[in-house]
C-alpha cells in the first residue's frame, strides 16, 4: 500500500509565480496561473512580432505547427500532430465537434448533470438531448460507467462526456467507459477542461472528438487549448467558426488560421508543459493531490459539509455546503464574493442539484496553511 504524502510546501513553487502574496489561491481550476518562466517566453514573442509584424504572420503557420508537435509529445508520443489543433477553449472545442456530427431527424445526444452549463447548452442547441443524472454520491468509475450505459436508448448517437467534471471533480470520461460506447456505436465528445497536466495520459481512451485547456494544469498562457480528433474522416467534417484565408490547407491549419490573432500563446504553451516535466509532473500531481486531501479532510469537520466522493489523484476536490446555502447562483456568487473580500481566499462556489457545494483546488505556489485557515475561518459565513 503506498504510504500517504504528507502535505507541505511544494519548493521553489511559489516563487514561479506572481500571484498575490496576501490572497490565498485555492482556486486554480477555473482560470490556471502562468508561471513566471512561461509568461517571460510569452512577452518575448510578443515583443518579437510588435518588433516586425511581417515576418512574424508570414512564419507563424509553421510555428504553430512545430509547437503543436511538441505538446503532441508531452501528451502521446505516439499521438498524430495532425490530428490535433490550437484553439482558444474548451467551449469552442465543443461547438466545432458538435458542428461536424452528422445526426437524423430523432437522433438525440446524451450529457449528464455533471457537464459543463456552456457545453451542454452548446448540445441541446444542435439536437435533442438525452439528459442523464448521475448522483454525486457513485462510489467509483465503474459505478459512473454503469449508470451512463444505463442511460442510453436506441435514439442515442453521440455522448458529450466530461472528462473530469468541474463542478464534482470526478472523473467521468473513462477509458473503459469510452471503450463500451465506441462498442455500441455511439460517438464520443470528452470536455477534457481539466485534463491537461492533471492527468499522466489525458487522451488515454480514444475518445473520438476531446478537447481541453493548456492555460488550466498546464501551466499556458490563457486563451490555449487543444482539440484532438482521431478519425481523419471526422477532421474532414470540422469547419472553423469564423472562415479564414488557411480554409485550403483543411485540419488542422485551416482552424488555426485566424488572421491577425495574437498567436504567442499558442507558442508559448509548450513552455508550461516543459516546465511541468522539468518539475517532474509525477511529484507534480502527488504534492497537488495531497494538499486538496489535507483541505478537504479539514473542511469536512465543519457542521453540515460533505465531501462528495473523488477520483484519487486529482487536484481538485468538491463538498457539498449545509442545505440552506449556496442554493441559487446568486446565493454562490455573494458567497464567493464574501469569502474573496473577507477572507482573502478564492475557492469556487456552486449551486447544484438543489444545493451549494465548495470546490478547491491544489497547486504547487498553495501551502497547508491556506486550507487550514480557510477551515477556520469559513464557518463565521456560513452562519
Do not use: C
Not at 477555473?30 to 511581417?54: T, Y
Not at 489543433?85 to 449528464?112: C, H, K, P, Q, Y
Not at 507558442?267 to 516535466?277: R, V, Y
Amino acid at each position: 500500500m503506498t504510504e500517504p504524502i504528507t502535505p507541505s510546501a511544494f519548493p521553489g513553487g511559489a516563487g514561479l509565480f506572481r500571484l498575490d502574496p496576501d490572497v490565498a489561491h485555492l482556486n486554480h481550476g477555473s482560470f490556471g496561473a502562468v508561471p513566471i518562466p512561461v509568461q517571460d517566453a510569452h512577452q518575448a514573442l510578443r515583443e518579437e512580432m510588435h518588433a516586425d509584424p511581417d515576418a512574424f504572420f508570414v512564419g507563424v503557420g509553421d510555428r504553430i505547427a512545430a509547437a503543436r508537435a511538441r505538446i503532441a509529445a508531452h501528451l502521446d508520443p505516439a499521438a498524430d500532430p495532425e490530428g490535433m489543433s490550437f484553439i482558444s477553449n474548451a467551449t469552442e472545442g465543443a461547438n466545432l465537434a458538435l458542428d461536424a456530427l452528422r445526426l437524423a431527424e430523432g437522433e438525440e445526444i446524451l450529457v449528464t448533470d455533471h457537464g459543463y452549463g456552456t457545453v451542454v447548452e452548446a448540445a441541446a442547441r444542435r439536437a435533442p438531448l438525452n439528459r442523464v443524472a448521475l448522483d454525486p454520491r457513485l462510489p467509483d468509475e465503474d459505478a459512473v460507467r454503469e449508470a451512463v450505459l444505463a442511460g442510453l436508448t436506441p435514439r442515442t448517437k453521440v455522448a458529450v462526456l466530461d472528462h473530469i467534471s468541474s463542478p464534482t471533480a470526478r472523473l467521468i470520461a473513462s477509458p473503459q467507459l469510452l471503450a463500451d460506447l465506441a462498442e455500441r456505436g455511439i460517438t464520443t465528445i470528452v470536455d477534457g477542461a481539466h485534463a491537461l497536466g492533471m492527468l499522466a495520459e489525458p487522451l488515454a481512451g480514444r475518445a473520438d472528438f476531446w478537447f481541453g485547456n493548456l492555460h488550466k494544469w498546464g501551466y499556458a498562457p490563457s486563451g490555449s487549448a487543444i482539440l484532438s480528433i482521431t478519425d481523419p474522416a471526422h477532421r474532414e467534417r470540422i469547419r472553423p467558426l469564423v472562415p479564414s484565408w488557411e480554409n485550403h490547407l483543411g485540419y488542422p491549419r485551416a482552424l488555426e488560421g485566424r488572421a491577425t490573432l495574437d498567436y504567442t500563446g499558442w507558442l508559448a504553451a509548450p513552455d508550461g508543459l516543459d516546465l511541468l516535466a522539468g518539475l517532474d509532473a509525477t511529484k507534480v500531481r502527488a504534492h497537488n493531490s495531497a494538499l486538496v486531501d489535507h483541505g478537504t479532510a479539514l473542511l469536512a469537520e465543519l457542521p453540515g459539509v460533505v465531501p462528495l466522493p473523488h477520483t484519487e489523484g486529482l487536484a481538485i476536490r468538491a463538498l457539498r455546503l449545509p442545505p440552506d446555502i449556496a442554493r441559487t447562483p446568486e446565493e454562490a456568487r455573494v458567497l464567493r464574493e464574501e469569502i474573496a473580500a473577507r477572507l482573502r481566499i478564492r475557492v469556487l462556489i456552486w449551486p447544484w442539484q438543489g444545493g451549494g457545494g465548495i470546490r478547491i483546488s491544489g497547486q504547487i505556489y498553495n501551502r497547508p496553511e491556506e486550507y487550514e485557515r480557510l477551515a477556520a475561518e469559513l464557518p463565521a459565513l456560513l452562519g
